[in-house]
């Protein structure tokens, strides 16, 4: 039981992301920003989904990947297959970045086959498709000829992305631990 003198432990919660070209991490970063403000005493990490992440210490993940030829990124889908055990066993949530247009603000863009692959295994309990961004300085020739042909913007929606994570802040605010620091 928490008394005064034993204050209720910390939510730890991870948002680890996939991102070539800088947009999803913004995404990530704004997401986190988000939690931190609303998550109650939960304390945030936002971390480039990786080999060296793990999401053990952590009792909730949010993770997120740019979509490319309608795939996560390898770092996010390896991230995921490496952790399916430890992150079936945390409350999960996932979110993919890349519709070009305003597809994803005005409506729900289904999910793609390799997100609903991925969230699915994690037990994730949401999945959201955010707007993307391209710009010019992206990385690769295909990036440059989509922004050539006009393909190019930054349709990603801070207010759709702030609604995300305060659904997240609020469920987790009902939602028991499940693992705490050191579990
Ligand atoms: C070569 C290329 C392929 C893309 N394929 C998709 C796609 O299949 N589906 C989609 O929604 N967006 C697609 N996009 C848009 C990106 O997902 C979008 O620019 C995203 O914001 C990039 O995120 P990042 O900056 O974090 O890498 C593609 C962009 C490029 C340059």
Do not use: C, K
Request: aromatic content about 8%.
């Amino acid at each position: 039981m928490t008394t005064a003198d034993t204050p209720a432990p910390e939510r730890r919660i991870l948002v680890a992301y996939a991102s070539r070209n800088g947009a999803t991490e913004e995404i990530a970063a704004w997401l986190g920003e988000r939690l931190r403000a609303r998550a109650g005493r939960a304390e945030v990490t936002v971390a480039e989904a990786s080999d060296r992440l793990d999401p053990v210490g952590y009792d909730a993940v949010v993770l997120g990947s740019a979509l490319y030829e309608g795939r996560w990124l390898r770092s996010a889908a390896r991230f995921a297959r490496r952790y399916r055990h430890e992150l079936a066993e945390r409350w999960v949530w996932t979110f993919s970045s890349g519709p070009l247009d305003d597809s994803a603000s005005t409506g729900e863009v289904p999910m793609t086959h390799s997100a609903d692959r991925i969230s699915r295994r994690l037990l994730a309990r949401d999945h959201v498709t955010f707007g993307g961004r391209l710009s010019a300085d992206a990385r690769g020739w295909l990036g440059h000829a989509m922004v050539q042909s006009g393909l190019g913007g930054d349709y990603r929606d801070r207010a759709q992305i702030d609604a995300f994570a305060d659904r997240i802040a609020d469920e987790l605010s009902v939602l028991p631990m499940r693992h705490t620091a050191t579990a």
